[in-house]
């Protein structure tokens, strides 16, 4: 297959280790990974796949997955090379697999404002969309427009701002799982550079302070419920710092969770499954993870 996969794609890969691809550095290997560089290349993969009933599993920079420790099969379409960024007056156009903080970085050399809250998240512009991702009160959904998708026919279409759902760290494409984002337009506003700069590094200071970025991980494992917050109901569980193999609860943020070093995918799952069950016990909060978990044979699904 690996043959076949290279005559319509650049780059292919074949038994790549999902651990390299993730920010969670865990996850076993995915039978191929593509690495499409034109729309074409993507829409000749999933029409390949298609014919030869292969799952295909897309990914930006795998910072919001945690992928089974016995891989995943099929095709993983890593988007990251598709990440052209550009702008027409106050509207940029950033394709999927740009990432996030270079899209932020084009918005502040042009003094575009709506994005600079955005900028230390580090994911892609189409993992970004179907996360919704925000922080520090700003998010996605503020400044998208529209983005091109290929459907599950292959057929490329244009969605509206509303009909991308975009609600807290949700949205369409969560169920409709064959849609691939290609690209992605945000309507921003005239801002002053200096003072775009000076947020944006005032937000990265806060980040480093406040999250665990010596360790791998995956952000906030999990959702913010209703009227609480996540890691201070797991603070408040005495779960600080609490252990299962090499995955732990980081001690300087419980919202997430860490690989010290080895930590495996079952390590995190228990770890999860083991805080979800007591902070419910506790305070009768349940708690919704936030990352999403690939394995194999089975459809990508929250954890
Ligand atoms: C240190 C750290 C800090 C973080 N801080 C934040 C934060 O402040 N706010 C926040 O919201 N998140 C945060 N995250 C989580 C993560 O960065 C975001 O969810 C980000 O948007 C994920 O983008 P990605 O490209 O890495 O997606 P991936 O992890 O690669 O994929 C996530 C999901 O999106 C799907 N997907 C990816 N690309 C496409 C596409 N082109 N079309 C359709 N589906 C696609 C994948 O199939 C998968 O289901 C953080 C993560 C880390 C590690």
Known sequence: ??????????????DEPMAKHTSFKIGGPCDYMV??????????VLAFAKEA???????????????????IDGIVLKTTELKAITRNGTDITAQAGARLSA???????????????????????????????GAYGGEIKDTLVSSLILDENLEIRTLTAEEHGLSYRHSVFHSHPQW??????????????????KKTVELLRKRNEKQPLEYPNAGSTFKRPEGYFAGKLIEDAGLR?????DAQVSEKHCGFVINRKNATADDVKKL?????????????????AEVRYVKRNEPDAIL
């Open 1 to 14: 297959m690996k043959t076949k996969l290279e005559a319509i794609c650049s780059y292919v890969l074949a």
């Open 103 to 133: 899209l932020c970085e084009v918005a502040k050399e042009h003094s575009l404002g709506g994005l600079a809250e955005l900028s230390g998240i580090p994911g892609t512009v189409g993992g970004g969309v179907y996360m919704n991702a």
């Open 35 to 44: 690495f499409p560089k034109s729309v074409d290349e993507v829409k000749n």
């Open 180 to 197: 691939i984002v290609l690209e992605t337009t945000f309507s921003l506003t005239s801002a002053n550079r200096d003072e775009l700069h």
């Open 272 to 288: 999860i499954e083991s805080v979800r069950k007591t902070v419910k016990e506790k305070f009768g909060v349940t708690l919704e």
């Open 53 to 71: 009933g292969v799952r295909v599993t897309v990914l930006g920079n795998g910072s919001n997955v945690l992928v089974a420790d016995e891989g």
């Open 241 to 245: 710092g609490f252990l299962v193999g």
